[in-house]
């Protein structure tokens, strides 16, 4: 299995400001790697495929960048809805699997 | 606008099986290259892909849970299933039905289904 890591685990960060996950992969996946953000009680939302394209619906504020081992998600101007669980997800090979998540909360 | 709802037990004795069906409205499970997963999360815990079934019926199991593990679909009724054997309490968990194999862009709300005497 390829193994996914992410950091930070967490961070605190106020509302503006810019945010930046990093996600790595134990082997590379090309551009196989989507994100996702998930609020408490609620599913996971897809927010950017094969890593940096953005869903439907997903605001722009939202980017994603990288290849092979590296990617990073970043917001680029914090809103208030933005404060969840970020996860990425390697789609290269199955099992397809997640990261532990990056908690971002408010500060 | 596809919409995807778990339904089954929520209480599962240890060593017996957890049945979950996905109940599929907006969509077809057996439209041409649909792919449908199922993923689940522990309490307090990450996310953990269970397995996915192609449209055709074809399946592709995590290895951890390959020989505990069943998906089928059930295209008379527009559903999807998932079974899993041979349950512990390290089977606890929130389980999602999704849409999407590699890419999970349609979520059901989840259903917590805890294993315990």
């Known amino acids: 299995d390829i193994q996914m890591t992410q950091s930070p685990s967490s961070l605190s960060a106020s509302v503006g400001d810019r945010v930046t996950i990093t996600c790595r992969a134990s082997?590379?996946?090309?551009?196989?790697l989507n994100w996702y953000q998930q609020k408490p009680g609620r599913a996971p939302k897809l927010l950017i495929y094969?890593?940096?394209s953005l869903q439907s619906g997903v605001p722009s504020r939202f980017s994603g960048s990288g290849s092979g081992t590296d990617f990073t998600l970043t917001i680029s101007s914090l809103q208030p809805e933005d404060f969840a669980t970020y996860y990425c997800?390697?789609?290269?090979?199955?099992?397809?699997?997640f990261g532990p998540g990056t908690k971002v909360d408010i500060k | 606008q596809v919409q995807l709802r778990e339904s089954g037990p929520g209480l599962v004795k240890p060593s017996e099986t957890l049945s979950l069906t996905c109940t599929v409205s907006?969509?077809?499970?057996?439209?041409?290259?649909?792919?449908w997963s199922w993923i689940r999360q522990p309490p307090g815990k990450g996310l953990e892909f269970i397995g996915y079934?192609?449209?055709?019926?074809?399946?592709n199991y995590s290895p951890s849970l390959r020989s505990r593990v069943t998906i089928s679909v059930d295209t008379s009724k527009n559903q999807f299933s998932l079974k899993l054997s041979s349950v512990t309490a390290a089977d606890t968990a929130v389980y999602y039905c999704?849409?999407?194999?590699?890419?999970?862009?349609?979520w059901g709300q989840g259903t917590l289904v805890t294993v315990s005497s």
């Open positions: 094969v890593a940096s």
């Open positions: 907006g969509g077809s499970v057996s439209s041409a290259t649909s792919v």
């Open positions: 079934i192609y449209h055709i019926g074809s399946t």
């Open positions: 997800q390697q789609s290269y090979s199955a099992p397809f699997t």
């Open positions: 999704a849409k999407g194999g590699d890419r999970a862009d349609y």
């Open positions: 082997q590379s996946i090309s551009s196989y």
